[in-house]
């Protein structure tokens, strides 16, 4: 890919408010099983998926498997484009909702 469509798969990404929650959200709480982030921000899993692999694709995030689980956290080399954005969402302040973490009562 080059790096004007990079440039705006990345400026894409950002141009909805659930993948920015999103993003937000695993800057505040870290690495996050799929059904912790679809039990607090209150989204069908379908969605979710849609949005992560949006924002995985891009590269603000990574997904690691453990066992039948899927495990999303913010990318640690990222550019410095992308640490900016991140920057950004910071200093939106949003308001988000608690993480109820239902990964500990499943076999993981």
């Excluded at 689980?69 to 080399?77: K, R, V």
């Amino acid at each position: 890919m080059d790096k004007m469509n990079a440039f705006l798969n990345l400026i894409g990404a950002l141009n909805d408010e659930t993948r920015v929650i999103i993003l937000a959200f695993l800057q505040n709480h870290g690495e996050l099983c799929v059904c912790d982030l679809q039990n607090a921000l209150d989204l069908k899993q379908s969605r979710l998926s849609r949005h992560l692999k949006i924002l995985k694709d891009c590269g603000f995030l990574y997904v690691k498997r453990k066992g039948t689980w899927a495990y999303y956290g913010i990318n640690e080399n990222l550019s410095i484009f992308h640490i900016e954005c991140l920057k950004a969402i910071q200093e939106l302040q949003l308001s988000l909702p608690p993480l109820q973490k239902i990964t500990c009562n499943k076999e993981i």
